[in-house]
């Protein structure tokens, strides 16, 4: 381990009307000390003229220590709130850089040594990864709670439980003759084992959920070429994000943008116009339209009313497809049962109904009744691993020994879920995640 005093920025793009610049690590009361004349006292933001090592004033600015263990990072810890122009923090990274032993931080190297000193573990990481990353008000919520440690304390809960009763089961296996040893525990263990079965399959329920809080919830919009798709994506961003014309075939590529759904995250996609074409550019976009769709969560598939009876041109529909009229306002009076709903793109009003619709069909998908929901693809791994360890230990035609070992690989799956075990592969890609500083 590199033990090395490490420092960084630790806010955001300069300038800025302050700057915070983060140090960690075994050399910080001598580095504070050099620059600020004194250290000071500890968790007490104080007011310090900052100087150069050739004694000219770098800054003037509010100066914060913290003594490990107790520090983000477990080690004694700075932070320097000086002013925000490039000039001040260039001239502080330079000065901290001057010092022996001192060196830039990497991305997400604070947190790191947060998880590797045991202030914070995998589960924690990860939340904290995801609430620097929070876009919407339902990712914040999702990740606070990973990043609290109120999941790891259920995880943790669980893994305790298995322990439990592994033990409980050995002891009746190498102790049955001990008169301290309670007898036949077996029907006691496997109820409360039971009910974890129950609690991991919860929770597996809804990662679904987790994932589309996350990541976002991916709607498509599809059809024939002027059926309004472009329309349709601009005035739900409010923003001109596509090209409108009245030629076919505008719409070569894949377009994108986000939407806050009442805190949720919607993924928008506008896609080339389905038709056959022997133009090799138009081909394209539509190969990529129709890969786009096989990825989707909803389809929202439009047809121009003005033309003739609604055809899907989906071959492979993966996806729950939504059929939606458009240009209902030249056609006044023709019937809207063929549709799910039926829009003009330049009335506000269809356009909030349209937005409705997502977020009914967005809530139809969500499952919250799971008091923690995982979120990552590799905590939902951990936990189907877990799970299918205790089917296998519920078989009562086993041997009472190879019940108890399935216990034992349900418990360490949930030890590298918390990452008490086997994670230094994962580290590296995790902590990349995060920016420099943190």
Excluded at 180 to 209: C, F, H, M, T, Y
Excluded at 288 to 297: M, N, P, S, W
Aim: aromatic share 4%; glycine share 8%.
């Amino acid at each position: 381990m590199d033990n090395r005093t490490i420092f960084a920025l630790s806010t955001g793009s300069l300038p800025s009307g302050v700057a915070v610049i983060r140090l960690s690590g075994p050399r910080m009361e001598t580095v504070v000390a050099k620059l600020c004349g004194s250290l000071p006292k500890p968790r007490q933001a104080s007011l310090r003229t900052i100087h150069l090592s050739n004694g000219q004033v770098l800054d003037s600015g509010l100066v914060i220590v913290f003594p490990g263990p107790a520090s983000f990072t477990g080690e004694d810890c700075a932070e320097f709130h000086v002013h925000g122009s490039r000039a001040v923090v260039s001239a502080l990274l330079d000065e901290l850089a001057s010092f022996p032993e001192c060196r830039l931080a990497e991305a997400g190297e604070f947190s790191r040594r947060a998880f590797e000193n045991g202030k914070l573990d995998l589960i924690e990481i990860e939340g904290l990864a995801d609430l620097l990353a929070a876009e919407t008000e339902m990712q914040r919520r999702q990740a606070i709670e990973q990043a609290s440690g109120h999941a790891s304390a259920l995880y943790d809960g669980w893994r305790k439980s298995l322990l439990h009763a592994r033990a409980m089961i050995e002891a009746e296996l190498d102790f049955a003759d001990e008169s301290d040893v309670p007898g036949s525990v077996s029907n006691q263990i496997w109820q409360e084992v039971d009910k974890l079965r129950q609690s991991l399959q919860q929770s597996l329920a809804g990662e679904k959920s987790g994932e589309i809080i996350r990541d976002g919830f991916k709607v498509v919009i599809a059809g024939a070429p002027n059926a309004g798709k472009s329309s349709l994506m601009n005035g739900l961003a409010r923003r001109d994000i596509a090209i409108v014309t009245n030629i076919a075939g505008t719409t070569r590529d894949v377009l994108h943008c986000d939407l806050d759904l009442e805190g949720y995250a919607v993924r928008l996609y506008d896609t080339a116009g389905l038709r056959e074409t022997d133009e090799i550019v138009e081909r394209e976009g539509i190969r990529r339209a129709l890969k786009t769709v096989e990825e989707a969560d909803l389809v929202l598939y439009l047809q121009d009313m003005t033309g003739g009876d609604f055809s899907s041109a989906l071959s492979h529909e993966t996806a729950p497809v939504l059929k939606i009229g458009t240009k209902k306002d030249l056609v006044p009076g023709k019937s809207d049962e063929a549709y799910s709903l039926t829009i003009c793109t330049s009335n506000d009003a269809d356009l909030d109904e349209v937005r409705s619709l997502l977020l009914l069909e967005l809530r139809k998908r969500l499952d919250l009744s799971a008091s923690v929901i995982p979120s990552r693809l590799r905590q939902r791994e951990c936990l189907r691993h877990a799970l299918g360890h205790l089917e296998a230990s519920m078989q009562a035609h086993l041997p009472l020994e190879i019940r108890a070992d399935e216990l034992r690989a349900a418990a360490d799956h949930l030890s590298r879920l918390i990452g008490r075990i086997d994670t230094e592969m994962l580290l590296g890609k995790i902590f990349s995640e995060f920016c420099i500083g943190k």
